[in-house]
């Protein structure tokens, strides 16, 4: 909607300063002759914006000029108090700063917009560790999060998973990443990644480093996955999978053919599968139990089938305990 938009222009001016009329139209996805409308429309309506020709032109807002228009619709009221995230604030020390925040816009917004955003906040709730996952106790991440904001060089003892185990390490701290209720931070020289809960010891030394102008966080850390997942399943498994059963990083054994999926007359299909290692697959065909049959490597199948067969003697030789009796158990003694 061109109110929308002319709310966004007002508002990127305000807070970036001059930007040229092609900034403007990338960054609204609109054509560079909307905006020079759209410029003309908020002159009419008293705003005080004026642009300046040549290399290093562009549009501006009168010095000094701020507006309270904050151009929220009920939407983003929605998303704005959905996003709070309590939890990881509090654990970089900014919870009592977002709920100071969230105050002050709650009490700026109409009253319509208020009980949208009252709404969303009692019936969504963000819970980003797994279930299974046991929560990481990380108590130098306020710490990292201080360096991180104010480019301060760390000095930190480390734990890695190879040896030699602990090592020392300076760090230009660029950012923090919290991935299934861990935290990462990403520092310089390199970049690189370290678990931010396997950090020993700390020191924050009085240096500072230059954050390099180009680095894109965001970006850093979708292609750090992408390759970790790619160096993770260096290998693949060929298996069957029962009706009804799938895996993620399964594809069909036919896809290289330029075909689908075919099941077999009893509905299993045949399909490869990224794996770490022998071990790591084991434990999760296992899972799947007898929903799954792994045709290769000789070296699984054997593994699994060694397994299956030990479980099976050991189920079978419990066969007569009294554990086993769904009518008796408990032991005699009721313990």
Do not use: C
């Not at 609109?30 to 005080?48: M, N």
């Not at 501006?60 to 929220?72: A, K, P, Q």
């Not at 990443?177 to 009085?206: C, E, H, M, N």
């Not at 965001?218 to 993770?232: I, P, S």
Request: charged share 25%; no cysteine.
């Amino acid at each position: 909607m061109k109110s929308s938009r002319l709310v966004s222009i007002l508002l990127l001016l305000q807070t970036r300063g001059r930007m040229t009329a092609a900034q403007l139209a990338a960054e609204l996805e609109v054509s560079v002759r909307t905006v020079y409308r759209d410029v003309e429309a908020l002159g009419a309506a008293g705003v005080p914006l004026y642009g300046d020709a040549g290399h290093a032109g562009g549009y501006r807002l009168l010095d000094g000029y701020r507006t309270r228009l904050t151009g929220l619709t009920t939407e983003e009221a929605q998303a704005l108090f959905l996003a709070g995230a309590p939890g990881p604030a509090a654990q970089l020390g900014l919870g009592a700063v977002l709920a100071a925040a969230q105050l002050k816009v709650r009490a700026a917004l109409p009253e319509p917009l208020r009980a949208h955003a009252d709404r969303v906040a009692g019936r969504f709730h963000l819970d980003a560790p797994g279930w299974y996952a046991r929560a990481e106790e990380a108590p130098h991440l306020p710490a990292v999060a201080d360096a991180v904001w104010n480019n301060r060089v760390l000095d930190i003892a480390y734990r890695r998973w190879r040896t030699p185990t602990d090592v020392d390490r300076r760090l230009e701290p660029y950012g923090l990443v919290l991935k299934a209720g861990r935290w990462y931070v990403v520092a310089g020289p390199g970049p690189r990644t370290f678990r931010v809960d396997q950090i020993l010891r700390l020191t924050a030394s009085g240096e500072r480093f230059v954050r390099p102008d180009d680095f894109d966080l965001a970006a850093y850390w979708t292609a750090y996955q992408r390759d970790f997942h790619e160096r993770l399943h260096t290998a693949e498994a060929v298996v069957r999978l029962a009706p009804g059963v799938t895996l993620a990083r399964a594809r069909p054994v036919a896809e290289s053919a330029g075909e689908g999926a075919e099941a077999d007359a009893d509905g299993w299909t045949v399909v490869t599968v990224p794996i770490e290692s022998v071990e790591r697959a084991h434990d999760e065909f296992l899972a799947l139990g007898a929903g799954v049959e792994v045709l290769g490597p000789p070296e699984l199948r054997a593994r699994l089938a060694r397994t299956v067969t030990t479980l099976a003697e050991r189920y079978h030789a419990a066969a007569g305990n009294r554990y086993a009796d769904p009518g008796n158990p408990r032991p005699a003694d009721g313990n």
